[in-house]
């Protein structure tokens, strides 16, 4: 696997587990007889999953380690306040990609570093 590959499959786990969280709750949004439908909270959990997708798309292309890290910050609270919002919505498979989710970031902050320090080297 190529280091440009490797370097962004967090991001790509994470971009597609934050999809799959977006159309559960599209889906949960608009379905009839799922119990949260045109709910408050089933709207919330679609704009969060929608904000999570950005943030997977601007994790692959951020380059500066500052603008990384603040961001990784910010995608652990959307996973986890979306994680805790699709469990109280009673749609686990929001959870469920919330967590794959977390897997992503997790491997994304795995990965190595791109720049290398002069007294490192």
């Not at 977006?22 to 929608?50: E, H, K, N, Q, R």
């Not at 109280?88 to 320090?117: C, E, F, T």
């Given at each position: 696997?190529?280091t440009l590959r490797s370097s962004r499959l967090g991001a ?56 990384s890290i603040a961001l990784r910050v910010l995608i652990l ?45």
């Open positions: 696997m190529s790509i786990v994470l971009l597609i587990a934050s999809l799959a969280g977006l159309a559960i709750a599209l889906y949960a949004y608009f379905t009839p007889l799922t119990g949260v439908t045109g709910t408050l909270g089933a709207l919330v959990a679609t704009v969060a999953c929608l904000a999570l997708v950005v943030m997977a798309l601007l994790l692959a292309v951020i380059k500066s380690r500052g603008a609270l959307g996973l986890a306040g979306t994680f805790l919002a699709g469990l109280l919505l009673h749609q686990w498979w929001i959870g469920v990609a919330m967590v794959v989710g977390l897997i992503g970031l997790i491997i994304d902050m795995l990965r190595p570093s791109s720049q290398v320090h002069p007294t490192q080297a």
